[in-house]
């Protein structure tokens, strides 16, 4: 059984080419053209979100919801309210099976916790990066492969004085300049990977399931 899939504000192609792999019609969709040739959509996801897909993957934008920018949140109350009200609505959109990625955020407390919590480490890649997924009508992703948390490095916050420790890759990432960004979004290919496999074994083994009823952002 082929899936038609779609993965929202995924400009790089990597879970849009994990599904692909398995012979699903999987394209992907975002403001930025893709980095890598394949079936994409340049554009507002709404435009094409009830074409009838039957799994979503969403990546929202982090930049105004991750709580690693929480000294700048009194800041940009304005842009978090339309973060939110993003994500709320492709948490309600009409596809059957949603997954909606992100890293620790104010989604959590604003809208809903969590279902899963995962790290790349879970799943061959041998790197920490926490992420959370907001799951409708899909199970949490079993890991495939743990590995070495990989390499970690200190230092001293200029501001407050305090320790604090973060993953080498997380480091390095920050040394390419204009191009960290797109370094530090960008989905592992293990999780990737099985995001395609496992989300899309357990629709076809499951069949299609009606939405549920749409939630109010707080």
Same mark, same amino acid.
């Given at each position: 059984?082929?899936?038609? @899939?779609?993965?929202? !504000?995924?400009? +790089?192609? %990597?879970?849009?080419?994990?599904?692909?792999?398995?012979?699903?019609?999987?394209? %992907? !969709?975002?403001?930025?053209?893709?980095?890598?040739?394949?079936?994409?959509?340049? #554009?507002?996801?709404?435009?094409?979100? &009830? &074409?009838?897909?039957?799994?979503? @993957?969403?990546?929202?934008? !982090?930049?105004?919801?991750?709580?690693?920018?929480?000294?700048?949140?009194?800041?940009? $109350? =304005?842009? $978090? *309210?339309?973060?939110?009200?993003?994500?709320?609505?492709?948490?309600?959109?009409?596809?059957?099976?949603?997954?909606?990625?992100?890293?620790? %955020?104010?989604? +959590? %407390?604003?809208?809903?916790?969590?279902? $899963?919590?995962?790290?790349?480490?879970?799943?061959?890649?041998?790197?920490?990066?926490?992420? !959370?997924?907001?799951?409708?009508?899909? /199970? #949490?992703?079993?890991?495939?492969?743990?590995?070495?948390?990989?390499?970690?490095?200190?230092?001293?916050? *200029?501001?407050?004085? =305090?320790?604090?420790?973060?993953?080498?890759?997380?480091?390095?990432?920050?040394?390419?300049?204009?191009?960290?960004?797109?370094?530090?979004? =960008?989905?592992? $290919?293990?999780?990737?990977?099985?995001?395609?496999?496992?989300?899309?074994?357990?629709?076809?083994?499951? #069949?299609?399931?009606? /939405?549920?009823?749409?939630?109010?952002?707080?």
């Amino acid at each position: 059984m082929k899936l038609r @899939v779609l993965v929202a !504000c995924e400009y +790089s192609g %990597s879970v849009r080419d994990a599904f692909r792999a398995l012979g699903h019609d999987a394209m %992907s !969709c975002d403001l930025l053209p893709t980095d890598i040739p394949g079936p994409h959509y340049q #554009g507002d996801v709404f435009d094409i979100i &009830e &074409e009838g897909f039957d799994i979503m @993957v969403a990546h929202p934008p !982090c930049t105004h919801l991750a709580v690693s920018g929480a000294r700048w949140f009194k800041h940009k $109350q =304005k842009e $978090q *309210k339309e973060a939110l009200e993003f994500v709320q609505r492709l948490m309600d959109a009409p596809i059957p099976h949603i997954a909606i990625e992100n890293p620790v %955020s104010i989604i +959590s %407390s604003r809208i809903r916790k969590p279902e $899963q919590i995962i790290q790349p480490w879970m799943f061959g890649d041998p790197f920490q990066k926490t992420t !959370c997924l907001w799951l409708k009508n899909l /199970p #949490g992703l079993e890991p495939t492969k743990i590995v070495d948390k990989g390499e970690f490095f200190e230092w001293t916050d *200029k501001k407050t004085g =305090k320790k604090k420790r973060q993953a080498v890759w997380y480091k390095e990432a920050w040394s390419k300049g204009d191009l960290r960004w797109k370094i530090r979004s =960008k989905t592992f $290919q293990g999780i990737a990977d099985a995001m395609a496999d496992q989300w899309s074994k357990h629709v076809v083994k499951n #069949g299609p399931t009606e /939405p549920k009823v749409p939630s109010q952002v707080e």
